[in-house]
């Protein structure tokens, strides 16, 4: 079966890993068992991309800001905030001519606008690509932090990758010798299947990958 391969096999190293097909990394890992852990992986890159999205403190915190002049139209007490009262904050500003909206913000007691009035000029910083996304200038952004988030798909690769490390470290140990190692006559007297980590419904096929890598690797 190996006969038509290993007459391809140069005598003296270095030589190319690729010329036997249970060398390649794929006999070892198949594609089809990284399918989930992608799946995965992508699903935890994608949330805080999500949440950066959606969420309007991660907006103001996130993309480009400019600055307008508003007024406030309405002053109101609001649940305390941290143990002390609070104002509800209602005003209006102009992002472009001809254009009003309207936003609303809570103020704690430490906040420079807590003595606010009403028809007292404010200044409104608001997302250019989104004005409807807006507050005071100098308020406390409290927006979420997203690097835990970030770091979850490497704590993810982290932990898939230990499932196909121990395939990973042979098949490189098994090129390394195959580079750079001398030659010699062997004859294979037995084939032993070993079970390895998987996914349901792929783990019959990951045996046979590696009885067919260990038959490839004895012929060096």
């Known amino acids: 079966m190996f006969e038509g391969q290993l007459t391809h096999v140069p005598i003296d190293p270095p030589r190319r890993p690729g ?12 594609r ?38 508003g007024r406030v139209l309405s002053m109101a007490d609001a649940s305390p905030c941290r143990s002390s009262s609070a104002h509800r904050v209602v005003y209006t500003f102009s992002p472009q001519p001809g254009r009003e909206l309207r936003g609303a913000t809570t103020l704690c007691q430490d ?8 028809g ?4 409104v910083q ?17 927006a979420p932090s997203v690097v835990p988030l970030f770091l979850a798909p490497v704590y993810l690769l982290a932990i898939f990758s230990s499932l196909f490390m121990p395939q990973v470290r042979e098949v490189l140990r098994a090129r390394r010798s195959f580079k750079n ?15 390895a980590m998987s996914w349901p419904g792929w783990f019959v096929w990951q045996q046979r990958s590696r009885s067919l890598c260990r038959i490839s690797t004895v012929h060096r």
């Open 19 to 30: 010329i036997l097909p249970g060398l390649s990394f794929s006999a070892a890992v198949p």
């Open 32 to 69: 089809s068992a990284l399918f989930l852990p992608f799946i995965f992986v992508g699903f935890f890159v994608l949330m805080p991309l999500s949440i950066m999205n959606s969420d309007p403190a991660m907006k103001l915190a996130m993309r480009p800001t400019h600055t307008a002049q």
């Open 111 to 118: 906040s420079p606008y807590y003595a606010l009035k009403e």
């Open 120 to 123: 007292d000029a404010v200044e």
């Open 126 to 142: 608001f997302v250019v690509s989104d004005p409807a996304v807006n507050t005071l200038r100098g308020t406390r952004n409290n």
């Open 181 to 195: 190692g001398r030659l010699a006559s062997g004859r294979v007297t037995y084939v032993k299947k070993r079970a």
